[in-house]
């Protein structure tokens, strides 16, 4: 599977941003996918994860309610939409998918083994 994030840039908060992941091959579909996002000097960190099947979604604490991650597996590609962004949310976002089929929603980075190049989302404040 490859993956191409799209959709960062500059933005007011308050603002909001969709970002994008198309991937390419025939096994995304029955991969988990996940958003990670890595600010200035800081680690990488996980934001939300969807099934397969687009039935269960995860996020980290800071962003529910404000992020909605989904997918459309007939056109291969995954979103993050980004509402009510704050200057915190500054940092290059990545999406990813699982190295297995058919797990649940996971947050940890081990168990994604295909990157995007990462998207940079900028909030002024």
């Known amino acids: 599977v490859q993956l191409q994030a799209s959709g960062g840039g500059l933005v007011q908060a308050g603002g909001s941003l969709r970002l994008s992941c198309a991937a390419s091959?025939?096994?995304?579909?029955?991969?988990?996918v996940g958003w990670f996002r890595q600010a200035p000097g800081k680690g990488r960190e996980f934001v939300a994860s969807i099934t397969w099947s687009g039935t269960s979604t995860r996020y980290e604490d800071t962003v529910k309610g404000r992020f909605t991650i989904s997918r459309d597996n007939a056109k291969g590609m995954a979103y993050l939409q980004m509402n009510n962004l704050k200057p915190e949310d500054t940092a290059v976002y990545y999406c990813?998918?699982?190295?297995?089929?058919?797990?649940?929603?996971?947050?940890?980075?081990?168990?994604?083994?295909?990157w995007g190049q990462g998207t940079l989302v900028t909030v002024s404040s």
């Open positions: 990813a998918a699982d190295g297995k089929y058919y797990r649940g929603t996971t947050y940890d980075e081990d168990d994604y083994d295909f």
């Open positions: 091959g025939s096994t995304f579909s029955r991969k988990t």
